[in-house]
């Protein structure tokens, strides 16, 4: 290990993927997958379901441990078992389906925690950088409440506002409208264009086609654990290459 | 001497059973071991069901700690599978046999020992009741798995186990009347010494039931106000 963060220049992916294979028994989930996310890039990550878009997505933070290959975080094998996987997912934000915010919290101490008792900030120092946040994403009021009070639209904004608390360098979002009433995805989508807008880093896997036509910088398609192909959307949702991406999107669009 | 005692005034038999030779300090005194085993063996009891339950549903998730798994789960069959009046005399007899020791550290301990078996299962069953993206979150956000239970996961968990957790305790301060087979003088046995000497079992043992009657409500009334405070953040 040659590399560390400081010599990392401008060339250097921030999250780089080789080989990377997750299987469950005798069952392939993400079959030798290699690929490579850039600084400020948006990947949107789409597929049919099964397709090991979400196990992908999970294995960069390693929730779900690879079972074969490496993944470098910002040059770094975080694949490694000597590698303290904590300090890293600090820099790496995860929005959930199903929020996953903590219901016994009141919203401030769900975003507060973290920075408080894993980055030493004070917490002043904390609140005053959430409460910046919530106001950002129109939730300014809410801070004393409670997740169980809050609309699930609200919930997933302010689960995603955690995860910048920390200031995180790339996000992941795994399927973040998938569990939201119909009227309640836009706004959850306006927050994370608001983030595409500022440069942050991002994998989404999602089903929002047209929201992945508009932020994305890069489409990946997965099947069958398998990248099938990789390309601007503009590229993918025109001109799809392989039979799989076209079948695909004949029938969802 | 029955009909004699029948037809004795209900004062007179109130007097004869307590007031006479301060026969009332039995009860009094008896009701202070209790309290003092009863409180000192939940403690116990929580700290060891906790620490075993975190074992156990360690193992459960992630397939570590596999031998004090296996040693918990002996812990666990041996103490729910004997009466806990065996396992009293045995730590009284055998396991303090031959060294001097107060009676009331060995009842504390037995039932210490006993209530922490149960206890780890009802907090084993929070652990598993809390769902598995609670614990992903935590460790999304850089949490330990250890930082991850005990901010994110136990305080929810304690909350769910609340209820049962408080039955447990009624269990235990009832379960510490068998006491009097170490020879210690707890409120049931306070009770059974005034009757063998006033030859009248009913003031003395009707006297000790609702003294146990009354903690076992006060507690539940405690329990219930505890529960209720911490489910302020359920709407």
């Not at chain 1, 990377?20 to 379901?49: H, M, R, Y």
């Not at chain 2, 949490?143 to 305790?169: C, D, H, R, S, W």
Request: aromatic letters at 8%; hydrophobic letters at 45%; charged letters at 20%.
């Amino acid at each position: 290990m040659t590399t560390n963060s400081a010599e990392l220049n401008k060339d250097t992916p921030l999250i780089k993927v080789e080989n990377l294979v997750k299987s469950f028994g005798n069952f392939n989930a993400l079959d030798n997958i290699s690929t490579q996310i850039q600084k400020g890039e948006v990947v949107v990550i789409i597929g049919p379901s099964g397709s090991g878009k979400s196990t992908f997505l999970r294995c960069l933070n390693r929730l779900e441990e690879p079972t074969g290959g490496k993944i470098y975080f910002e040059g770094v094998d975080i694949t490694d078992k000597h590698t303290n996987i904590n300090k890293h997912r600090q820099r790496m934000g995860m929005v959930f389906q199903h929020f996953n915010l903590f219901p016994h919290m009141t919203i401030m101490k769900n975003l507060t925690i973290a920075p408080i008792k894993l980055q030493g900030i004070s917490q002043e120092e904390a609140e005053k950088k959430a409460q910046s946040l919530l106001d950002r994403v129109g939730l300014g009021d809410r801070k004393n409440s409670y997740p169980g009070q809050l609309s699930g639209g609200q919930k997933q904004r302010i689960a995603i506002v955690r995860s910048l608390c920390m200031n995180p360098d790339v996000m992941l979002f795994d399927e973040p409208t998938s569990a939201l009433d119909p009227e309640m995805v836009g706004e959850v989508l306006e927050v994370m264009r608001d983030l595409a807008k500022q440069q942050m880093t991002m994998a989404i896997v999602t089903h929002e086609m047209n929201f992945a036509k508009e932020v994305a910088s890069r489409v990946i398609f997965m099947d069958d654990g398998k990248i099938i192909e990789e390309n601007t959307p503009a590229e993918f949702f025109k001109n799809p290459k392989s039979d799989r991406a076209k079948l695909f999107l004949s029938k969802i669009i | 001497m029955t009909n004699l005692l029948l037809s004795a005034s209900f004062a007179e038999r109130f007097t004869l059973n307590f007031i006479k030779e301060d026969r009332w300090k039995y009860i009094v005194d008896g009701l202070g071991v209790t309290l003092t085993i009863t409180i000192f063996a939940v403690i116990i009891g929580i700290v060891l069901g906790m620490l075993v339950a975190i074992v156990r549903s360690t193992y459960e998730k992630t397939g570590k700690l596999w031998l004090f798994d296996k040693i918990c789960r002996v812990y666990l069959t041996v103490i729910r599978g004997t009466p806990v009046v065996v396992q009293l005399l045995i730590i009284y007899f055998i396991i303090f046999g031959s060294v001097k020791i107060d009676k009331i550290v060995v009842a504390i301990i037995a039932f210490g020992i006993n209530s922490g078996a149960y206890v780890a299962e009802i907090f084993r069953a929070g652990i598993m009741s809390i769902d598995n993206g609670q614990f992903e979150a935590g460790r999304s956000l850089g949490f330990n798995y250890a930082q991850t239970m005990f901010y994110i996961v136990m305080p929810q968990a304690f909350k769910n186990v609340l209820p049962a957790l408080g039955n447990e305790l009624i269990v235990l301060l009832k379960e510490t009347s068998v006491s009097g087979y170490i020879a210690l003088q707890d409120l049931t046995k306070g009770g059974d010494i005034i009757r063998s000497r006033t030859f009248d079992a009913f003031f003395p043992l009707i006297a000790v039931a609702l003294i146990y009657l009354t903690i076992v409500m006060i507690l539940t009334k405690l329990v219930e106000l505890l529960e209720r405070r911490l489910r302020n953040s359920d709407h």
